[in-house]
Every structure is written in structure tokens, then in C-alpha cells.
């Protein structure tokens, strides 16, 4: 299957900090790019859609001042979280589909942040 | 979107066939069923997708009857390693859509 990966795996930075998370499809393009972020014992929730070249889709309750989502080109998308918080540490995974209406969605490895 | 019920957990001896019921009631047309694993401080990892009656590839089988307002998962003879969570979703298969998850089914596999 086609690959996607993160980067950093994981982070730690002290609160009111910004921390920049990236995502890549290697092997594909991807025309759009999602966001999900998982506290422990929880399942994925997703945060936000991007598409190549526009603003993200967030979801209810996402603070997209908070939470800066940019997709400039079609194999990387980035999250910014901004003026980061304990509260914002949590396990963020992002995912890619490709060109193809038929193709499922590929996840990332995750990046665990830790907010101090 | 159509939500999806799965069990909370299941347990399972090595060696063993499991198999994973989903219930998705309200299905629309145009949706796919797809199952992924994860394992612990890492993403999922599509293991299986289809549309109707029966796929299998060389991981596991899914069947879908014919209403497909459920599916089944099979694993067929468990290791420790499958010890992970399964996630049953349904959804358009489209560039756009993103796949809303449930809450899984904790898969114990012991030896």
C-alpha cells in the first residue's frame, strides 16, 4: 500500500510554545489530506480535511487559530499546534487519499506531543 | 455518515479463527465498508475493504451479506502479534471524505 509519514514521532516543548507537525504521502499524491488527533484508551478524532491549495475544513469544536493547517503542495500538509497547552498533548495522526475515487485512505505513523 | 457498532473487546487463544461483527444499520448506496488494526502509539493500518458479498486478500476474509447492513471480519488463525484494535468504518469512497471512527474492538489474543 502506498506510505505516509510523520514528522517528528514525537515531541516535547514547553507550554506556550508552537510545535509544527508534518505529513507526507511518498509514493503518491495526495489531493487531500486529514488530520486526526487520539487521547489514550480513545479512538481517532478527526480534526480537520485539507485540500491542496485551499483553506482546511475543520471540524465542530476544532480552533482552526489554534490548530494551523497548511497543504502547499500535494505530497506535504502541516499542522501547526500554536501557544501549545497540556491539555493539547495528545497522539496527532494524519492520513492521505490519492487521485483515484477508489482509493482508501493511508495513515501516518502518528506524532506523540507532549506539552510540559 | 453511517455510524458503525463493533464490541468493545474479545478474546482469543493463538491459532485460533476470529471473527469481528459490524453492525451499520443505515448504509447508504455509495458507501464502502473498511476495516483497519491498530496497534498502540501508531496509525492504522488498512488491513481490508469492500462493497459486497465476500473479499479476501492475504491477511484476512470480509464477508458482507447481502442487506449490507452488517459485515464480519475474519482473522483466521490468530498470533499474539494480532493482538490490536479493530476499527470497522463505512463511507464514500471518495478523494474528499474523510473516515469518521468508531470506537473499535480491542482484540486479546493470548497464548
Known amino acids: 500500500g502506498a506510505v505516509v509519514s510523520q514528522h517528528p514521532s514525537w515531541v516535547i516543548c514547553k507550554s506556550g510554545t508552537s510545535v509544527k507537525i508534518e505529513c507526507r504521502s511518498l509514493?503518491?499524491?495526495?489531493?487531500?489530506m486529514f488530520w486526526y488527533r487520539q487521547f489514550p484508551k480513545q479512538s481517532l478524532m478527526l480534526m480537520a480535511t485539507?485540500?491542496?491549495?485551499?483553506?482546511?475544513?475543520?471540524e465542530q469544536g476544532v480552533e482552526k487559530d489554534k490548530f494551523l493547517i497548511n497543504h502547499a503542495s500535494l505530497t506535504l500538509s502541516t499542522l501547526t499546534v500554536t501557544s501549545a497547552h497540556p491539555e493539547d498533548s495528545s497522539f496527532y495522526i494524519c492520513?492521505?487519499?490519492?487521485?483515484?475515487?477508489?482509493?482508501?485512505?493511508?495513515f501516518g505513523p502518528g506524532t506523540r506531543l507532549l506539552v510540559l | 455518515l453511517a455510524k458503525t457498532t463493533q464490541p468493545i473487546s474479545m478474546d482469543s487463544y493463538e491459532g485460533q479463527e476470529v471473527n469481528i461483527t459490524c453492525s451499520h444499520n443505515n448504509i447508504a448506496t455509495n458507501d464502502y465498508i473498511t476495516w483497519y488494526q491498530q496497534f498502540p502509539s501508531q496509525g492504522p493500518r488498512f488491513i481490508i475493504q469492500?462493497?459486497?458479498t465476500k473479499v479476501t486478500n492475504e491477511v484476512a476474509s470480509l464477508f458482507i451479506p447481502a442487506d449490507r447492513k452488517s459485515s464480519t471480519l475474519s482473522l483466521p488463525r490468530v498470533s499474539l502479534s494480532d493482538t490490536a484494535v479493530y476499527y470497522c468504518l463505512v463511507g464514500e469512497e471518495q478523494a474528499g471524505t474523510a473516515l469518521i471512527f468508531g470506537k473499535g474492538t480491542t482484540l486479546s489474543v493470548s497464548s
Open positions: 492520513s492521505a487519499r490519492g487521485w483515484a475515487a477508489e482509493e482508501t485512505q493511508y
Open positions: 469492500g462493497y459486497k
Open positions: 509514493d503518491f499524491q495526495a489531493t487531500t
Open positions: 485539507s485540500n491542496e491549495g485551499s483553506k482546511a475544513t475543520y
